[in-house]
């Protein structure tokens, strides 16, 4: 579904802020991989996806995506086949608007609206139903303005968004680290419930070993704009943070501020 393949980025090139993102990555996602990626600051991992959704151009290597090569493709082209949540809670809707209208908006990605386009009494008993999935009574706020939205509940309207063309790739972008735990399990739960109901191809970035550990069939972990570690099958299954600490740790440079942030 997804081929990266030797791909690079550098910023800055030719001055002293001269930085290597991305060293020559390659990466294969099959149909339904949920591949979770891993990794200390400035190792790569938002770069990475920054590059797949077309955010920026890479300086060398390709991009596949669903067998096309989308490597000279801009982001909004891209952005017909990826659907994208960011950490930001109020990225990836329009505040002003209600919840029925952003979703309205999100079914009909694509399509030709026009000016005569409107919210029709089928379009909101279908979405309302599809809000009822998330258990967060948000099919009661349909004409609730989404900025006046709790971070929780913009971030499950933006997955539901993100998934309802289900799109050929995933993209989860740190979207629980501006979440209080009890709120981030809840997104979590839900994007597990999302991914594998629509049996969505997904990488999901994060900061925390344990929720890489526990969700998606597959570990990605990065350091230097490399990959260092690709963990799957029962090897991730059995893995601990415990392990996946050492692991790291015997491969890179580490720093205890790197093994604090991603406990």
Do not use: C
């Not at 920026?56 to 000279?72: E, F, M, S």
């Not at 839900?190 to 999901?204: G, P, R, Y």
């Amino acid at each position: 579904m997804l081929n990266v393949e030797n791909i690079s980025k550098t910023f800055f090139p030719g001055t002293v802020n001269e930085r290597t993102a991305l060293d020559g990555v390659s990466l294969h996602l099959k149909p339904g991989d949920y591949v979770t990626v891993i990794g200390g600051n400035g190792a790569g991992k938002s770069t990475l996806l920054n590059a797949v959704a077309g955010v920026w151009p890479v300086d060398n290597g390709r991009i596949y995506l669903g067998g096309v090569d989308v490597t000279a493709m801009p982001e909004h082209m891209r952005a017909e086949h990826i659907g994208r949540v960011f950490q930001d809670p109020m990225m990836g809707t329009a505040p002003n608007m209600w919840v029925e209208e952003n979703l309205a908006l999100a079914l009909k990605r694509g399509e030709k609206r026009g000016l005569r386009w409107m919210v029709t009494k089928e379009l909101r008993a279908e979405l309302r139903e599809r809000l009822k999935a998330l258990d967060l009574g948000l099919e009661e706020r349909m004409t609730t303005k989404v900025g006046l939205l709790s971070g929780g509940q913009r971030q499950a309207l933006t997955l539901l968004m993100a998934s309802m063309k289900k799109p050929k790739l995933l993209l989860l972008d740190e979207h629980t680290a501006a979440l209080d735990p009890g709120t981030a399990a809840k997104v979590l739960e839900l994007s597990d419930k999302i991914v594998e109901e629509n049996k969505l191809t997904t990488m999901m970035i994060t900061h925390n070993m344990s929720d890489a550990i526990k969700h998606g069939n597959r570990l990605i972990m990065m350091n230097q704009g490399k990959i260092v570690f690709d963990i799957s099958g029962e090897a991730k299954q059995h893995l601990t943070k415990k392990e996946l600490v050492e692991m790291f740790s015997h491969s890179t440079n580490i720093t205890d501020n790197d093994a604090m942030m991603l406990s």
